[in-house]
């Protein structure tokens, strides 16, 4: 079991920046693989990014490659999604998630309560 809890988001202006980060409870925090998704508003919960269990591996979508990063401190427990190059249709509300296996499947089995972001044109 973990609990996952989210961070950093807020309004910020097209073209900012952002760091959100998941801080996760309990001692095993190296056995989770981790990612990120996100809801708009009237929209369907979509994938943003997922990184391996020992951070070596990661994999965005297409979205927000090349403008947002993710990365995790196993041995602070916490993961971070750095986003540049922000855009209104990066507001959304950005959930952090996290599964016991190799890599994040599509169901991820933990969540995150959520953080808006909400950019500004």
């Known amino acids: 079991q973990v609990q996952l809890v989210e961070s950093g988001g807020g309004l910020v202006q097209a073209g900012g920046s952002l760091r959100l980060s998941c801080a996760a409870s309990g001692r095993t925090f190296g056995i989770y693989a981790m990612g990120w998704f996100r809801q708009a508003p009237g929209k369907e919960r979509e994938f943003v990014a997922r990184i391996s269990r020992s951070g070596s591996t990661t994999y965005y979508a297409d979205s927000v490659k090349d403008r947002f990063t993710i990365s995790r401190d196993n041995a602070k427990n916490t993961m971070y999604l750095q986003m540049g190059s922000l855009t209104p249709e990066d507001t959304a509300v950005y959930y952090c998630?996290?599964?016991?296996?190799?890599?994040?499947?599509?169901?991820?089995?933990?969540w995150g309560q959520g953080t808006q972001v909400t950019v500004s044109s």
């Open positions: 998630a996290a599964d016991p296996s190799v890599r994040l499947t599509s169901q991820p089995t933990f």
